[in-house]
């Protein structure tokens, strides 16, 4: 096992650490189950398959959280692009409802690039006040209370239905994985993404516009939000207020735990998936447990700085 | 001596910014007032900035010694929901059930005594956690910002463990005596003639909150900036590899910042408490708190890559953050359109900040 794990890259360690790391979480949920129901629900693929429709959602945010983090930068604003994304779609209606939502993410994705990349403000300061921007919009737009309009039907056949049993909102985090993995192995752009997370001054001596990739980074976190804003208000017909709160931390949390170098640069997706999973499971092992959200809290931080522990440490300074 | 005086603010361009910022605005605030310049607005204004104003400072620290910290809204939150058990100002049996277990904690002391004791450990469960923040870490050698995000949703989870519901309460006296004019503080503790004293008078109308940031700010700040551990968190900030070659404590400076800033946090956890009179675990009010302290760091002129930057210029930050809340008030703006002009201030703020890249001319210099 050790000389394993030594042969492997430092990129694929984590991932088989927090794969191990689900494996343990499904094996304690159903000790619990088993021993206190005498069923064990973790295992039966409709249950798996019904939390991983709930995983899709968080899973997308996170694919275009990943793609922002690897080039050294953070989005803040993924919480309210996600609502108003779905707020204006439900409001459009008809068939442009999804494309009026995607165009949401973009145009929020391009002014967060354009501030982060020409106007150089640190994107943490600056996608915390597109945020607040968002949602005084959103706010004014829907007078502060819960939009009246419902979610089209194709947003919820997306989102709610399932085909061959197995529900739709999979097949699309299925096919958002699909595109980030081959952008960010088969492309220029993913060779650019990773170099400027690694150095952005040697990037652009290298010849890269390290401006306008960093622009596409942030159009693409956008994009990945306000999908996941279309998918979630159709998985539950409505947009609501404070919809997208609970996506920002754990698509954070999800990215690190895969592996990914908060300061950019290194990652890969695969451990993005993976970390989405682990987040997912955790979270519904404990509700099955009925743990109070206190306790829930202290777990949720204490499995993130664990996992850090065992492989996201980083190297001491010495220079 | 006039080259000196350019010189220096060239240097404290951001602090010299905020402060002018914060006067001018504070001025049209309190000249559009009704009751301008009285010691009520003062009042008032300083028990709704005080809690921003520590945060601010509390997250100063580790952003000079270039680490966020996401934890100082957690552990405000968490140090407030101590707080409502332990100022109630009357002798309360404390008990801790967990796991079903229920244990007895034995009588926490009422009167001025509990009151004091009570600040103190509310204040050293702030530095507490701050602690715990620095050593993972330093010791678990995790960034920062990602280590933060992790603690505070522990001491978030504490917090909604001692507080399910909001709740609690706060000795009523302590509660007027701290968010109110000096003139007051001294009439409720029975000191210099119950606030009547002849010499008294021309300073019982400043407001408790400001007296006490400015008591925080010189004995605690200041000395920190002034000591070897405070100059070498500035030295870390700038250049971790130069301090470290340079023989400066590195380790233990990042672990005074996060000590210092879980101090602050809870400096302002507290007073939020005393001013609510209760303990109320708010998640969504923890989050707010640490993202505006970050804006307030940010206008009040510290760099968020560590290394340049004060806690003073901070508090004058948040002090304009709160200062533009004030005039929706004034002017009558709908409360549905509060939330959009905030943003857009903030956001114009920092685009203004960042005008200065227009001028760069070699490209590089853009990529530090």
Partial sequence: MSSASLSLSRDDRPILIAALFILVILVAGTVYTFARFGSAPLLSPTYLLQQLQIGAFLGIVAAGMMMVILIAQIDLSVPWTLAAAAMMATSIGGPLAIPVGLGVGLLVGLVNGIGVAYLRVPSMIFTLGVNAVMRGLMVAHTGGYAPQTGATDLMRMLAGDRTLGIPNALFVWIAVSVLVTIVLQRTTLGRYVYAIGNKEA????????????????????????????????????????????AYLLPSIAAVVIGGTNILGGRGRYLGTLIGVVLIVLLNSVLS??????????????????????????????TS | MLDDVAIRVRQNIGIVTAVLLFSILYLLYNLSHPKGFSSAVLVQNGDEIFALAMLAMAQTVPVLASGLDLSVGAVMTMVGCF??????????????DIFGLHLGLGTF????GGILLGIVICLATGALAG??????????????????LATGAIYIGIALFLRPTPGGKIDEDLNWALTNSLGDFAQTIHIFDDGAAPWFAPVAWIPVPFVLLVLIALLVWVPFRRSVIGRAVYAVGSAEGAAYMSGLPIDRAKIAAFTLAGFFAGCGGLFLAIQTSSGNADIPQAGAYTLNSIASVVIGGTSLLGGTGSAIGSIFGAMVLRVISFFFRIFDIAPLLQPLFEGLILLAAVSIGALGVLRVKNTLELFR
Avoid: W
């Fill in chain 1, 202 to 245: 040697a990037a652009y001596l290298a010849g890269v516009d390290t401006r306008r990739i960093t622009v596409i980074c942030f159009v693409l976190c956008g994009l990945a939000a306000a999908l996941a804003g279309v998918l979630l208000a159709g998985y539950s017909t409505k947009a609501y207020q404070g919809m997208g709160d």
């Fill in chain 1, 288 to 317: 099955i447990m009925d743990m109070p959200e206190a306790g829930r809290q202290v777990i949720y931080g204490l499995v993130i700085i664990f996992m850090l522990l065992v492989y996201g440490r980083g190297e001491r300074v």
């Fill in chain 2, 83 to 96: 707080a409502s058990y332990l100022l109630t100002g009357v002798g309360a049996p404390l008990h801790l």
């Fill in chain 2, 109 to 112: 002391p009422g009167g001025m």
């Fill in chain 2, 131 to 148: 602690f715990v923040n620095g050593c993972v870490v330093v010791y678990g050698r995790i960034q920062p910002i990602i280590a933060t």
